[in-house]
């Protein structure tokens, strides 16, 4: 018995002790949003079919004993419970995916805010912290392929330039780009905010949303909410990233050889005499693009943030600088730099009765940059087309000036020095401070009925600074009469005042109201001086002396013989603009299921006459939410959430100058450097008599530009909400257009502004997103993409079209865009080609059949253009639509994945079905270099259909679809791999120590020929996809550090 007793005791002291090494694993980890990454507080952990559990703290942190193989039930409440796997070490990282309680979330609408899942209108929401993560300077870049329905292309790749935004379509030739509103402020400049400073993007995207903006919103409106702090908690963060920049591809050029080559051959072709190149000296190899650009241009980022509050009050403050240097010329010559603070705060005073804050955010802007515009206009345009055998310097070691080499100068004194007229001629400076602000009151006066005040201050000012020194690069690139100084100086403010009530009620539970009526008042005034003068003092002969106080002017005579020292200065009259607006919206709905909305607003504008001042911009708006019906129950399941929702509205546009309705009179003293001979002269007297004239001709009979729209759409959530749908359909008729239709020069005036012209834009749109975690595996992909067809209506000219400029794509080049009825806005118009001639059989058989021919002498390897209305002449009848630089349909994709402390992530967009129009050799000049694309030139039957023979003349080129090529592409946009360090050390402040490494725009597929497929860049604005030397965005390599403690 006691043996057995004693068996007994020692099997149970064995079972125990096996107990107890199967729990003593002590489990450490962390449980975190996996949309923000933030820490949840008080989150569930317990040990499934055991009666352990613990709660995270305050840094969202847990410690509990478990066996190795048992299984952790994670939950939060709004997020879907998890279940994770324990094995043995290590520390857990558990990322929570939020539930379709983000249906109750409160997004921001305008003047307010609202559920959800109770908005009926066309709204897209990208969060801050998705932004953040892709590390753009921008905010904007960093929405490229986020926001189905909104494209996003940059005007350029230089340093500070800005974006070009559409939102469904292109509604109007004037300006097209949406409205932000930061903070509730209308009217603010997105790109000064530092996307780690954004909580939120809210796009309104149809009218029915927008309509509570009226006349500023035909465009769309995105509204910014940057951040603030949280009830007790303070958190320190800091944010840094620096990389280096490179250009993502190089369009090839003819060396010397191929150059020599080419030029002989076509002066053959031409009947003109060869070029004894072996005759030449010091001619040189020179590719200009390498000289053009510079490598690993740096860019940098830096934000310090502190959040933090009270019960009662709440604050966010940062300070943050960011540099970025351009790939063309490096630092001296294309830079950007941008220094900010801001600082936010809400303070609830009287028992919570009475709420008060405020927003500032102040920036200061340095920048200087070459030209990228037309022809004229475009530093880097030069380098593509100057020959390569030009040296870069001369035997002293300064820019070559071919021009002065008089034993070459007979034959390319037209060529210049692109990289020394960059260098040169970039001397430039613009400073610029940016103040947005706003303070705002609001009291709770019964439960449900709030009124609030919101003054807001918009301020810029900026001051540009330019010199030009004396050089001589060619018979066309040269300043040898005087150096020329300019400065300018701008500043503007506006002030917004805006008022609003809002009530909440039920009635009988069931029934929920909302109600808001509000008026806002807004006034602008600004004012611009420029001076410019000659003849820098030769001791200050550099751009750091450049000011006008430095210049001795032009000298001339005045009326008693004496000379004079004169400088220019101008100052235009003060800018004022005034609005006046009266807006209102009511929602019902019942039982959260059937929803109703409808706003109106007036708008009041001093920009038109009395009679035509106020325009009026309803809405109308319902849903269904579908799944929140008993029939429903059985798919509930899979379908977790559905709701249908349709909506109309009219919204307005009044993009234009200042009071339209009168004829503004300008003296004749406005005298530049340039231009001095402003008077008029009288008699045979040679007197200057000052005088004055109308600008502009007046039309009191101007209105607003109306754009109506509607849309249906819907929202859904499948597979325990792991996958979120959004779909929309709309139609947008915009009429009313604000043109300025072309005028006789008799009229001694610029053109007025008139109303006339219309737009259908018609467009689908779908996004796609899946989260989802596996253990500690999180994951999320999305997916989106939409189509936009857009077709004029009407315009109200003779021909019914409005024209493009002349002399864009090289000297002396015709229209070659357009906006026409029955056309989308901005469209190519040239002649098409059939191929070339191949023989002088084809030639003859051509005649033959009557098709018609431009070229007068004719010769095999020629262009045959298609002669259209069959009247056997080449001619502008001929011509016709060859595509449009605005994409049909643009995309985007992510994915993203987390496993314990590491994340790595895809940000990828592209567009398709629009045309580039690639102009980089002036065919006017016999003498420019070609691409290598050249090479593939007819030089005898069968060796080319497509690539014209070479002649010294442009025949060959008049704009046809020859100009143009296919601008799909797919950017992958950004790849990141980052890892937090946070988890392996004690420290308990620390809540995230992330090291990360990131690529931007590292690949790039397209067909397209040139250094970047993604020009916004149009010689209008209404037109884009033009190069003419197109500025193009790096590729980047960056290493960054997000710290939060």
Excluded: C
């Excluded at 220019?568 to 009511?586: A, D, I, K, L, W």
């Amino acid at each position: 018995m006691k043996k057995q007793q004693l068996y007994r005791h020692a099997l149970l002291l064995v079972m125990l002790f096996i107990s107890a090494q199967v729990w003593a694993q002590t489990i450490r980890g962390s449980v975190v949003s996996a949309d923000t990454d933030e820490p949840l507080t008080g989150a569930s952990i317990q040990v499934k079919g055991q009666q352990e559990s613990t709660a995270t703290d305050s840094q969202g942190n847990f410690m509990l004993d478990a066996p190795a193989g048992a299984t952790l039930v994670v939950s939060y409440v709004g997020y879907q419970t998890q279940e994770i796997q324990v094995s043995e070490g290590g520390t857990l990282l558990i990322r929570l995916v939020a539930e379709a309680a983000d249906l109750e979330q409160v997004v921001v609408i305008g003047y307010g805010a609202q559920k959800k899942k109770l908005n009926t209108g066309a709204n897209l929401r990208v969060e801050g912290a998705d932004l953040e993560k892709r590390n753009q300077l921008n905010p904007l870049q960093a929405l490229q392929g986020q926001a189905p329905g909104v494209s996003i292309t940059a005007n350029s790749g230089q340093p500070g330039a800005d974006m070009k935004v559409v939102v469904r379509g292109l509604g109007t030739i004037g300006n097209s780009g949406p409205l932000y509103v930061i903070d509730g402020i209308p009217g603010g400049d997105i790109s000064i905010l530092n996307p780690a400073d954004i909580v939120s993007i809210d796009v309104l995207k149809d009218a029915a949303s927008a309509a509570i903006y009226g006349s500023q919103a035909a465009n769309g409106v995105v509204l910014v909410t940057t951040k603030m702090g949280r009830s007790g908690k303070t958190q320190l963060s800091f944010d840094a990233f620096g990389g280096v920049q490179n250009v993502g591809r190089r369009v090839p050029l003819l060396n010397r050889e191929q150059y020599k080559t080419i030029m002989n051959e076509q002066a053959l072709n031409t009947g003109s005499a060869l070029i004894d190149f072996d005759g030449m000296e010091g001619l040189a190899d020179t590719d200009w693009l390498d000289y053009m650009f510079t490598d690993d241009a740096k860019m940098q980022n830096y934000n310090l943030g502190l959040t933090g509050g009270s019960e009662n009050s709440v604050y966010a403050m940062s300070l943050n600088y960011i540099g970025q240097e351009g790939i063309a010329g490096g630092r001296n010559v294309s830079n950007y730099e941008r220094y900010g603070f801001r600082i936010n705060s809400e303070h609830k005073l009287l028992d919570q009765f009475l709420t008060i804050g405020q927003h500032l955010n102040f920036n200061y802007i340095r920048n200087n940059g070459i030209n990228v515009g037309n022809q004229y206009n475009n530093t880097l345009r030069g380098a593509f087309a100057t020959s390569p055998l030009s040296p870069v310097y001369s035997n002293n070691g300064r820019f070559g000036s071919p021009y002065n080499d008089t034993s070459n100068s007979p034959w390319y004194n037209g060529d210049g020095n692109p990289y020394g007229a960059m260098m040169t001629n970039s001397n430039n400076q613009n400073d610029a401070q940016r103040v947005l602000a706003d303070i705002y009151a609001e009291i709770e006066l019964i439960p449900g009925l709030k009124i609030k005040t919101i003054g807001g201050f918009n301020y810029s000012a900026s001051e540009y600074r330019s010199f030009t020194p004396l050089f001589q690069f060619s018979a066309f690139s040269y300043n040898l009469d005087h150096t020329t100084v300019n400065q300018n100086m701008g500043k503007g403010h506006t002030l917004t005042w805006t008022n609003t009530a809002t009530y909440d009620f039920n009635v009988a539970t069931d029934h929920q109201f909302t109600a808001m009526v509000g008026m806002e008042s807004q006034r602008y005034q600004g004012t611009y001086l420029s001076g410019s003068n000659w003849n820098l003092l030769s001791q200050f002969n550099d751009f750091a002396h450049a000011y006008l106080d430095n210049t001795t002017g032009q000298a001339h005579l005045d009326d008693e013989g004496n000379i004079v020292e004169t400088r220019f200065v101008n100052g235009r009259p003060e800018n004022m603009y005034r609005r006046v607006s009266y807006f209102g919206r009511f929602g019902y709905n019942f039982k959260e299921k059937y929803l109703l909305n409808a706003t109106l607003r007036a708008d009041g504008s001093s920009k038109f006459a009395r009679g035509n001042r106020w325009g009026y911009f309803p809405s109308l708006s319902a849903g269904w939410i579908l799944s929140s019906e008993d029939f429903f129950a059985p798919w509930s399941s899979s379908v977790n959430f559905l709701k249908f929702r349709a909506s109309w509205g009219q919204v307005g546009n009044q993009d234009i100058a200042d009071f339209q309705f009168a004829s503004p009179i300008n003296t004749s003293t406005g005298w530049t450097a340039d231009n001095p001979a402003a008077h008029y002269v009288f008699g045979t007297g040679n007197v200057n008599v000052p005088g004055a004239y109308p600008r502009r001709l007046s039309n009191p009979l101007l209105t607003w530009e109306t754009s109506e729209q509607t849309n249906v759409g819907l929202d859904a959530k499948f597979l325990n909400n792991r996958l979120d749908v959004v779909a929309d359909f709309y139609i947008k008729n915009t009429k009313n257009w604000l043109v300025q239709p072309p005028i006789l020069a008799t009229a001694g005036a610029d053109a007025p502004f008139i109303n006339g012209g219309s737009v259908r834009n018609t467009g689908v749109e779908l996004g796609l997103a899946w989260n989802s975690q596996v253990g500690e595996l999180a994951y999320r992909a999305g997916v989106n993409g939409a189509y936009n067809k857009n077709r004029v209506g009407s315009i109200p000219t003779e021909d019914g079209i409005i024209h493009g400029e002349i002399n864009m794509l090289f000297d002396n080049s015709e229209e070659f865009y357009r906006a026409q009825n029955g056309h989308a806005i901005g469209y190519f118009w040239g002649y098409q080609t059939d191929g070339l001639f191949q023989s002088e059989a084809d030639i003859a058989s051509w005649r033959e059949q009557g098709r018609g021919i431009l070229q007068p002498n004719v010769k095999p390897g020629d262009v045959k253009y298609v002669d259209q209305n069959g009247d056997g002449v080449i001619n502008v009848l001929d011509k016709i639509d060859l595509g449009v630089g605005l994409p049909n349909f643009t995309f985007g994709f992510n994915v993203g994945v987390n496993y314990k402390n590491f994340d790595l992530s895809l940000d990828a967009y592209g567009v398709t079905g629009n045309k580039i129009v690639q102009s980089l050799r002036n065919h006017a000049n016999k003498q420019a270099n070609y691409t290598t694309q050249i090479l593939e030139r007819w030089t005898g039957e069968g060796t080319s259909n497509r690539i014209p023979r070479v002649t010294e003349t442009n025949i060959n080129w008049q704009f046809s679809d020859l100009y143009l090529q296919d601008g799909d592409f797919l950017r992958i946009a950004n790849v990141t791999l980052g890892y937090d360090f946070s988890k392996l050390t004690s420290w308990k402040y620390a809540n995230q120590i992330r090291l990360y490494v990131q690529g931007q725009n590292l690949f790039t597929f397209t067909k397209y020929d040139g250094m970047d497929p993604e020009i916004g860049y149009g010689t209008s604005g209404w037109v884009s996809g033009i190069d003419l030397g197109y500025y193009p965005r790096p590729k980047v390599v960056l290493f960054g550090l997000n710290v939060k403690f």
